[in-house]
């Protein structure tokens, strides 16, 4: 009996393959032809989020601080001022969870907002003099218009929240 030893050389060749990637299933070969997807954005809704008067409220107040601390952040305005600004911003967090009412996708996506911008207090609340901590507060609550309906939406590019003005 002869064994042809081609057969075992070919499946080992196959393995190695497999295992570096080189050979794929057929459909995923033929994905080359969709277009290129931007993924980054891929867990914002596809449309936004109900707001309820709590929110819009707290939002209010957390934007009206922010802005207020744009005074701070050039050196317009004393230290205590600047503290009274972030505890508002710490007030209005609070009244948020304690009185906020929003479907859970919606929970969710504002605590994914308010975590980062509750971190930012807590920074600035150890360390005033580092108005970095302003910045991160704003970039917290950035995409706040993006997810959620508050229409119409009051911090829209070129309104009190945006920082190009």
Do not use: W
């Not at 914002?44 to 009206?64: S, W």
């Not at 304690?98 to 308010?114: M, Q, R, S, V």
Request: glycine share 4%.
């Amino acid at each position: 009996m002869k064994v042809s030893m081609n057969l075992p050389i070919s499946v080992f060749a196959l393995l190695v393959a497999l295992k570096a990637g080189a050979v794929l299933p057929a459909h995923a070969q033929h994905t080359h032809h969709e277009p290129a997807r931007d993924t980054r954005g891929s867990s914002a809704p596809t449309q936004r989020f109900a707001t309820d008067a709590p929110l819009r409220e707290g939002m209010v107040r957390i934007h009206t601080a922010l802005d207020t601390l744009r005074h701070y952040e050039m050196g317009h305005m004393p230290q205590p001022l600047a503290i009274e600004q972030v505890a508002d911003i710490q007030s209005a967090i609070d009244t948020l969870f304690a009185t906020c009412k929003l479907e859970a996708d919606a929970d969710a996506a504002l605590h994914g907002l308010l975590v980062p911008l509750i971190a930012a207090v807590q920074a600035f609340k150890q360390n005033p003099a580092d108005i970095g901590t302003i910045a991160a507060m704003r970039q917290a609550v950035a995409d706040y218009p993006r997810l959620f309906d508050d229409s119409p939406s009051r911090y829209a590019a070129g309104t009190d929240s945006d920082p190009s003005h």
